[in-house]
C-alpha cells in the first residue's frame, strides 16, 4: 500500500511540505465562535475538494478537559493562548499539538495539514488536510494505520501509548456541552432526511461499523418493551480512548442500503452515555455501612499515624531537651544577665538560704547521691527506686544533685495523671508530662458516641474508641520512640563502634540513655491502678530495650508489690530516705540562720547565731520534731521571723494539720495538749 501510495505522489509535482511554523501558525485561529467558512456557527465542519478530515487521539491530556467546567469563561481562549506559545517556543516542540499532528502523518503522502481544530474533553484534535485527488481517502486511511503501527509519536504526557488517527467517516459536531466523555456510547438510528423512516441496525451491523475502533465489550440493544424514540443501541468499549475515536469518527455518518441502513439509509447520532446513577458511589457507601466505616477509621487511623505521630515525637524530643524552655533561651540569659543590682541582690538572698541549708544535708547524703550515678553508668535491666516520706528530699536529690548537669532527663509526675478526673483530662494530663502534643483528648468521648450510634444502626461497634489503656499505650510509645531517637543522636558513621546495630550500641553505651524520673508513684494507688500499671509496663519495656534509664520516686513501701508485676524476674536497686540525723538537722537550721550574713560588698556580717542564747532548746526542739526536710525548713523560717525555739511546746512554731499536731503530741507523749493542739489548727 506504501509503495502504491508512494508510486502516485511521484507523478505529481507538489512535494510533500515541510513543518515550517511561519507558514502553519494560523491553524489555532478557528474556534466554535469563529466565523470561517470553515467552521461555521453550528459547529460541523465542512470539506472541500480534495479535503479530507482525521481525527488523531492522544494528541492532547484528557486533564485540559476540566477547563470546560462552568466556571471557566471561556477556556478555548485560554487554549488557545497556551497552543500559541508551545509553537512559538522551541523548546517546547515537543508538546505542541501541532508538531504531534504532523508526525503522525507520513511524509511520502504529499499530505498537507490545512487546519488543526483541538478537542479539549476528548483530549484529541481534527485535521483537515489537503491530498492528491487521485488517492481516494479509504487508501490514505488504510496507510496512515500501516505507518502508525510501525512509527507511532508517543506525547510526554501519554509514555505508552501512542498516537492513533482514523478518517472521519460522518460529520462531526463541535459541541461545547457539558458532555465528558465515557466507555459506553449511545448511538441513535435517524432517519437522513425527514419523513422517512429509519431502520434498526443489527448487533452484526454495528459490530462491522466500530470493531475497527477498538474491543468492543459488549452491544446492547435497545430493549424489546421500549417504545422511546429513536431506537438507540449501547456500545460499550474497554478503553476511553476507543470510545472517544468511535464517536468522533462515525458521528452523523449515514449508513446506506447496501450496509444495512434500510431502504432511504440510516443516520447515525452517537453521544456519551454517563452511568444510568449520578450518585452511584454516595449511594453505595450511605448502603454499606458495615464495610465502609471499618474502612474509613482505618484510613484515618493510618492518615494520624503519618501525619501526627512525627510531629508529637518532635514535642516530645523537644520537651525533653527543653528546646523551647524560656530559661533555655539566648536572649532570656542575657536579658537575665542585664538585670539591675538590686534584683540580682534579691535573687541572692532569696536562694541562698536555701542552698545553704541543703549543702549540709547532700553532704550527708552524699553516699546515695554518688550510688545513682554509678547505677546510671552501668547496664542493668532493672529499675532505681528512691522511696521515701514526703519531705524528705527525694526529688531534690535524684534532679539537682545525682543528674545534676545531665542532658535529656524527663520528670513524670504521677500526682496529676491519677487525680484527673475522667478518660479525657487522664489522657491530657499524661500528654501534658511528656510534651505529647497535639492531642485530641476529646475524640475519645466523640468516638465513643460515634460507636454508641453504629451500634444502634449496624448492631455492631466500629471500634472507633479507644480505651484509657490504648490511649496511654500510645503515648508511652511516642515517648520510647522519642528517647530512642535522643539515644541515638549523638552517635556517628565513623564510631569505632559503628558496625553495632542500634540495640548493641545502646546497650555498651549506658550513659548515652536519657534517664526517665517518675514522681509520686503509688500516689493515691488505692483509688486506682491502671494509670501506675501502664506506667510500670512501659519502664519495664523501656529498660529491657536499653532505651532509658528509669528512676522511681515513692512514698510507698509496697512498691515492690506493683513494679514486680512489670519485671517479675528482677531485683530493683532501692535507696531508702528517712529523716535527718539531730547533728545534719541542726546544721541545716543554722545554716539558714547564717546564710545572709555576707553583705552585697563583700564584707561578711556578724553570725546572726553567735549571739542567739535562744537556740540551746534547739536540739530538743528537732528530738521531737524530727528530721523531716519541710519542717526544718518551716522551723528555721519561723525562727528567723524572731520566733524562739522551745523543746517544751514546739507546736506552738506550725500551724499544720491536726494530724500531724496528734502525730508531734504523741511522739512528746503528752496527750494532754492533744486537744489544744488540735484546736490551734
Known amino acids: 500500500m506504501l509503495r502504491t501510495l508512494a508510486a502516485r505522489a511521484a507523478n505529481r509535482t507538489l512535494l510533500p511540505r515541510p513543518y515550517r511554523p511561519s507558514t502553519v501558525l494560523g491553524v489555532y485561529g478557528g474556534r466554535l465562535k469563529s466565523t470561517s ?57 515537543a508538546a505542541d499539538p501541532l508538531n504531534l499532528a504532523q508526525k503522525a502523518l507520513p511524509d511520502h503522502l504529499a499530505l498537507q495539514i490545512k487546519r488543526v481544530i483541538p478537542r479539549l474533553k476528548e483530549g484529541g484534535a481534527y485535521a483537515k488536510i489537503t491530498h492528491d485527488p487521485k488517492i481516494p481517502p479509504s487508501d490514505i486511511e488504510e496507510a496512515l494505520q500501516e505507518y502508525l503501527e510501525k512509527k507511532s509519536p508517543r506525547p510526554w504526557f501519554s509514555p505508552f501509548r501512542g498516537l492513533s488517527s482514523h478518517l472521519v467517516r460522518g460529520r462531526p459536531w463541535l459541541e461545547d456541552l457539558q458532555r465528558f466523555p465515557s466507555r459506553k456510547l449511545k448511538v441513535e438510528f435517524l432517519p437522513p432526511s425527514p419523513g422517512v423512516e429509519a431502520a434498526e441496525l443489527t448487533e452484526e451491523t454495528l459490530y462491522t461499523l466500530f470493531r475497527t475502533y477498538g474491543k468492543l465489550g459488549d452491544i446492547t440493544p435497545q430493549p424489546t418493551g421500549s417504545k422511546d424514540l429513536p431506537k438507540y443501541a449501547t456500545l460499550n468499549y474497554g478503553n476511553i480512548r476507543d470510545a472517544i475515536m468511535a464517536k468522533n469518527c462515525m458521528h452523523g455518518f449515514t449508513l446506506p442500503e447496501s450496509g444495512g441502513g434500510g431502504k432511504n439509509g440510516t443516520m447515525l447520532k452517537m453521544v456519551y452515555e454517563q452511568r444510568a446513577k449520578a450518585h452511584i458511589w454516595r449511594d453505595w457507601i450511605f448502603s454499606h455501612p458495615r464495610i465502609v466505616i471499618p474502612i474509613v477509621g482505618a ?23 527543653h528546646a523551647f524552655h524560656l530559661t533555655e533561651n539566648v536572649v532570656y540569659k542575657w536579658f537575665r544577665s542585664q538585670v539591675t543590682h538590686a534584683n540580682e541582690i534579691l535573687n541572692f538572698k532569696r536562694h541562698k538560704s536555701e542552698d545553704a541549708g541543703m549543702s549540709a544535708v547532700w553532704d550527708d547524703r552524699r553516699g546515695s547521691i554518688e550510688q545513682i550515678q554509678t547505677w546510671l553508668m552501668e547496664t542493668a535491666e532493672t529499675f532505681i527506686v528512691v522511696q521515701g516520706p514526703r519531705g524528705s528530699g527525694k526529688r531534690e536529690l535524684v534532679l539537682d544533685e545525682a543528674l545534676k548537669g545531665r542532658r535529656n532527663t524527663l520528670l513524670i509526675d504521677c500526682k496529676p495523671i491519677q487525680e484527673a478526673r475522667g478518660d479525657s483530662s487522664t489522657i491530657f494530663a499524661a500528654a501534658r508530662e511528656v510534651g505529647y502534643r497535639p492531642v485530641f483528648s476529646w475524640m475519645n468521648t466523640f468516638s465513643s458516641l460515634i460507636d454508641l450510634a453504629a451500634q444502634g444502626t449496624i448492631g455492631t461497634k466500629t471500634g472507633f474508641s479507644e480505651t484509657l489503656d490504648t490511649q496511654l499505650a500510645k503515648i508511652w510509645q511516642n515517648t520510647s520512640n522519642a528517647l530512642k531517637e535522643l539515644a541515638l543522636e549523638t552517635r556517628k558513621k565513623d564510631d569505632k563502634d559503628s558496625e553495632l546495630g542500634d540495640d548493641e550500641y545502646l546497650e555498651a553505651h549506658p550513659e548515652k540513655r536519657p534517664v526517665v524520673v517518675i514522681d509520686n508513684f ?53 535507696i531508702s530516705l528517712g529523716d535527718c540525723s539531730p547533728e545534719v538537722a541542726r546544721r541545716f537550721v543554722i545554716n539558714h540562720l547564717n546564710a545572709d550574713s555576707d553583705d552585697t560588698t563583700g564584707e561578711k556580717k556578724k553570725l546572726p547565731t553567735r549571739d542567739r542564747q535562744d537556740l540551746d532548746e534547739l536540739d ?22 524572731g520566733e524562739t525555739p522551745n523543746s517544751k511546746n514546739p507546736i506552738l512554731l506550725f500551724e499544720p494539720s491536726c494530724s500531724n499536731l496528734s502525730w508531734i503530741c504523741n511522739r512528746m507523749g503528752r496527750s494532754d495538749i492533744k486537744d489544744d493542739a488540735c484546736s490551734l489548727s
Open 522 to 574: 503509688l500516689h493515691k494507688s488505692q483509688e486506682s491502678s491502671i494509670v501506675y500499671d501502664k506506667i510500670s509496663e512501659w519502664a519495664a519495656s523501656m529498660t529491657t530495650a536499653n532505651i532509658a534509664h528509669v528512676i522511681f520516686l515513692t512514698n510507698d513501701v509496697s512498691f515492690s508489690k506493683s513494679l514486680s508485676k512489670a519485671l517479675p524476674d528482677r531485683v530493683f536497686r532501692q
Open 37 to 93: 467558512p470553515d467552521i461555521p456557527k453550528s459547529g460541523h465542519i465542512e470539506e472541500g475538494p480534495n479535503e479530507s478530515l482525521l481525527f488523531i487521539d492522544s494528541i492532547l491530556s484528557t486533564l485540559l478537559g476540566v477547563t470546560s467546567l462552568p466556571f471557566f469563561a471561556d477556556p478555548e481562549k485560554i487554549l488557545l493562548k497556551l497552543l500559541r506559545q508551545l509553537h512559538d517556543d522551541p523548546r517546547l516542540t
Open 620 to 641: 530538743g526542739s528537732i528530738d521531737i520534731l524530727g528530721g523531716r526536710l519541710t519542717d526544718l525548713e518551716f522551723l528555721a523560717r519561723r525562727i528567723k521571723t
Open 299 to 321: 484510613l484515618l487511623a493510618s492518615l494520624a499515624v503519618a501525619v501526627f505521630d512525627p510531629i508529637r515525637t518532635f514535642f516530645i524530643k523537644s520537651h525533653v531537651t
